[in-house]
């Protein structure tokens, strides 16, 4: 905390309407440091009240920030993408102590979060509609893109400022007003990203954040008719329970869910560019991503070989506090995480499995586990099943290309997917095959501003980032034009 240059950017109170404002109760819930378990401070514990008063104060502001030009409002989101940039490393430096991640990737995430600011500035004033030939002669036909209303967003630990920025960024570019709610375990990342938002002169009231009881918060925006969308990022089960609450108000949803991400491996496969993949998609942010490898597919010939390389590779990871010097990997978030990870690997190694590096608690203690690899798993264990979200590599084998696709689809999840061969066709026959919303070829790093973030199954509806990225923060409105004679 000490280095950080700006403290104003460390804040511990609600943002509604354009205050900084405390619990009603003056209630806080207490945010820990995931390296050092560590008390980093308290954050108001905000419930049904002051959301209620957010979701007010968004619905107050919505004519007046619907009716602004699309490049005034460009310009806002231009600058706040501007002031991201300009303080990246003191927000990199307040994610490390409250998320965990090493501060490269800290810093990393600051960008990737400050390219949707400046995406959607852009993308603002993009938001054509269409001129469509009429049906009838004396009718003209036109078709435009405007905003929904007030939207909420609920988003997740793992990456606490991109996934929020990927969010409200969209929302605000298309003319909504936002209430968002950030993970109770990483508050401050998105506390800091409303201070620099209130700088780059983002009217009371059109943001608002709200910091607190999780279920409180959700259900006072769930009930609400006023707001109309909410966007979500996390479990499937949360979004499974978020979509049937939402049914009685008929809000519209984006659900970013959970992944099974299988990483397929030909025996034509580039292996040092497979390996090079593995590792920078399955150990980023100590495995906790929703499009991180859960599944290894390796075609059998390979397969010892491409376990013994990864092996070698993750054991050679640099382990600790995301502040020091040449760490790679972080802790988990939390204990609960640590147990289900603990849990995953010993029914693995119950089952057959054997522990090619790792499998246990660093020695660091604490939300520390050793970067691991399981060599061979079945569809029978939990690695196959669901989703380690930690430092897990579960290699299974495969015979043929049909082999792949079945057991890589075999899962009700459907995000990402990574696929490695040098056969065009078979490229062409995979990534049609595969059951998910994105597939990297010959790449373990797929995500960008620019690009359709998504999934299909239980892995959730609608894209963000790219041009389809506003699609879901607005409504296409049809004006037929009568009387043309
Ligand atoms: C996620 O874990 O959902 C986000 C990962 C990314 O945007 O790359």
Not at 252 to 273: Q, R, T, W, Y
Request: neutral net charge.
């Amino acid at each position: 905390m000490k280095s950080i240059r700006d403290k104003s950017l460390f804040k511990n109170k609600n943002y509604i309407g354009g205050d900084w404002i405390d619990a009603d109760s003056k209630e806080t819930l207490t945010v820990k440091n995931p390296a050092s378990l560590e008390i980093l401070g308290t954050v108001p514990k905000s419930g049904k009240k002051e959301t209620d008063r957010a979701i007010q104060a968004a619905k107050e502001t919505f004519p007046s920030w619907r009716k602004k030009t699309a490049k005034e409002r460009s310009n806002i989101l231009y600058e706040w993408f501007r002031l991201i940039l300009e303080n990246k490393e003191d927000l990199a430096e307040i994610m490390t102590l409250e998320q965990g991640k090493p501060i490269a990737e800290s810093r990393g995430e600051i960008v990737y979060a400050a390219s949707y600011l400046e995406w959607f500035s852009e993308e603002a004033k993009r938001t054509y509609g269409d001129i469509i030939p009429s049906h009838r002669t004396d009718t003209r036909v036109f078709v435009s893109k405007g905003p929904i209303g007030v939207v909420a967003t609920i988003t997740p630990w793992n990456f606490p400022t991109a996934m929020l920025a990927r969010k409200i960024a969209p929302a605000l570019a298309a003319g909504n007003t936002v209430v968002s709610k950030p993970s109770e375990l990483t508050p401050y990342s998105a506390l800091a990203l409303a201070v620099l938002g209130e700088r780059a002169g983002i009217p009371k009231g059109v943001w608002n954040l709200v910091t607190g009881d999780p279920f409180a918060i959700g259900e006072s925006l769930l009930q609400n008719k006023d707001v109309r969308k909410l966007s979500f990022t996390g479990s499937t089960k949360t979004g499974q329970y978020l979509m049937e609450k939402s049914a009685p108000t008929l809000k519209k949803l984006s659900l970013e869910l959970g992944g099974n991400a299988p990483f397929i491996v030909f025996e034509d496969a580039d292996m040092d560019e497979a390996i090079k993949g593995a590792m920078l998609s399955k150990y980023r942010n100590t495995g906790q991503t929703c499009i991180c490898v859960n599944r290894f597919l390796v075609q059998d010939s390979i397969a010892e070989e491409f376990a013994t390389r990864l092996s070698k590779e993750a054991a050679k990871l640099k382990v600790g506090s995301g502040l020091e010097p040449g760490v790679e990997q972080g802790p988990l978030i939390s204990e609960a995480a640590l147990k289900k990870v603990e849990a995953h690997v010993q029914d693995a190694v119950s089952q057959g499995a054997k522990i090619l590096t790792g499998g246990k608690k660093h020695l660091l203690g604490g939300n520390f586990y050793e970067p691991t690899v399981l060599f061979p798993i079945n569809k029978d264990m939990l690695v196959f099943k669901e989703e380690t979200f930690g430092p897990v590599s579960s290699i299974m084998t495969f015979s043929s290309e049909e082999d792949a696709i079945a057991k890589a689809n075999d899962t009700e999840f459907g995000l990402a997917s990574y696929v490695y061969t040098r056969d065009i066709s078979r490229i062409f026959r995979m990534t049609e095959n595969l059951e998910c919303g994105m597939v990297g070829v010959n790449e373990g790093v797929i995500s960008s501003e620019q690009v359709p973030f998504g999934g299909v199954k239980f892995s959730g509806m609608g894209r963000e980032g790219s041009k389809y990225g506003m699609d879901d923060y607005t409504v296409t409105k049809y004006i037929c034009l009568g009387g043309i004679t």
